[in-house]
């Protein structure tokens, strides 16, 4: 079944101590996203690529970043978390603007 | 500032009656609005969405109604079913940028059987 993966489901590191969030999709889908999600709030759009476009939201901190080396995998890198980046982080893919995403299951990280 | 705001964090209904869920949002720029489902240690799946040319959109079960004028979209679910107790969540985006969804914080859904 095609699909969007996230590894790993639960990411534990330590404050300050930069974190590399995996997502890889089998939908050979244009657009690729990143959302955070804490605690009984809204997901909130982090960034996405359409292709190798990156588009950053303007109030997403410096201290994320993202890389996408080819269509079926992106990445989600903090540099140095802190405990306010303890939260559901979700991969999302659409064919394109304005299409239907299609959400991984979201990786977990807590921050000690 | 919450742009997409659900204001029932939960709600319960009995299995065979309606499922209602409200959505209110503030930018009057939304012109697609969307409805999502997430299933504990899921990632949230697509339902059914509406275009603000439109004021009803149906699918099955499912139904979504647009009031533009109170900025208000609801979701109604009929029959509920206990498959269907899960969270959801409404969703709008605008033709200037419809790669960028803003999400409400969600309602959860329980069907008692």
């Known amino acids: 079944d095609a699909m969007v993966i996230q590894n790993p489901r639960y990411q534990v590191t330590q404050f300050g101590k930069p974190v590399t969030l995996s997502c890889s999709q089998t939908?050979?889908?244009?657009?690729m996203y990143w959302y955070q999600q804490k605690s009984s709030q809204a997901p909130k759009l982090l960034f996405h690529?359409?292709?190798?476009?990156?588009?950053n939201e303007a109030d997403t901190p410096d201290n994320f970043q993202s890389r996408r080396p080819n269509t079926s995998f992106c990445f989600l890198d903090i540099r140095s978390p802190g405990l306010g980046d303890a939260a559901m982080y979700l991969c999302a893919t659409s064919r394109g603007s304005g299409d239907t995403q299609y959400f991984g299951p979201g990786t977990r990280l807590t921050v000690l | 500032d919450q742009q997409v705001k659900q204001n029932s964090p939960s709600l319960s209904v009995q299995e065979g009656r309606i499922s209602i869920l409200n959505c209110d949002y503030t930018?009057?720029?939304?012109?697609?609005f969307l409805w999502y489902k997430k299933y504990p240690a899921e990632g949230p799946t697509f339902l059914i969405s509406?275009?603000?040319?439109?004021d009803k959109n149906e699918d099955g079960r499912f139904t979504v109604f647009l009031n533009k004028s109170a900025k208000h979209l609801s979701l109604h679910i009929v029959p509920s079913q206990p498959g269907d107790s899960a969270v959801y969540f409404c969703a709008a985006s605008s033709k200037t940028s419809y790669d960028k969804v803003i999400f409400g914080p969600g309602t959860s859904l329980s069907v008692i059987p």
């Open positions: 939908l050979n889908h244009n657009v």
């Open positions: 509406i275009s603000s040319i439109k």
């Open positions: 930018n009057s720029m939304f012109d697609y």
């Open positions: 690529y359409y292709d190798k476009d990156f588009n």
